[in-house]
């Protein structure tokens, strides 16, 4: 399974120090050894006006489901822009809840410069590949 995370940011004002936290949550069902790793993400930009800002990324796994998130059980990895690319996290089979049910975060804590022009879209994306892994 490959998961592509995209992000367009709509500016409605002055960029200068503004901070937004986005949270993704996505269920996965597994009985056998996962392992997620990160590519292709960078900072937020436009052809006009470049990189107008940055993004810090969290990625943790939890038991349980989405609206009902038990204890984390693997992470966090963490990174900005294309720090993050090249993580992985690795979830053993052992580690994982009986009933195999978990949630896959991705947390994005956004910061803008002053770059950032009002009325103006952004992009961002990324991807997270979830690899099985047979023993």
Do not use: C
């Amino acid at each position: 399974m490959i998961g592509n995370w995209a992000a367009t940011l709509e500016v409605r004002g002055p960029g200068s120090g503004e901070s937004t936290v986005h949270i993704n949550d996505i269920a996965v069902d597994a009985n056998t050894t996962l392992r997620f790793q990160t590519s292709n993400f960078a900072a937020p930009q436009s052809v006009r006006d470049g990189v107008i800002g940055n993004i810090a990324y969290t990625l943790e796994v939890y038991a349980g489901s989405i609206g009902n998130l038990g204890t984390r059980i693997a992470g966090p990895i963490t990174g900005t822009d294309a720090g993050f690319n090249g993580k992985q996290l690795l979830l053993p089979e052992a580690s994982q809840p009986s009933n195999g049910r978990m949630v896959i975060r991705l947390t994005r804590q956004i910061t803008l410069t002053q770059f950032a022009r009002g009325d103006t879209s952004y992009s961002a994306q990324g991807t997270i590949s979830m690899i099985v892994i047979t023993e």
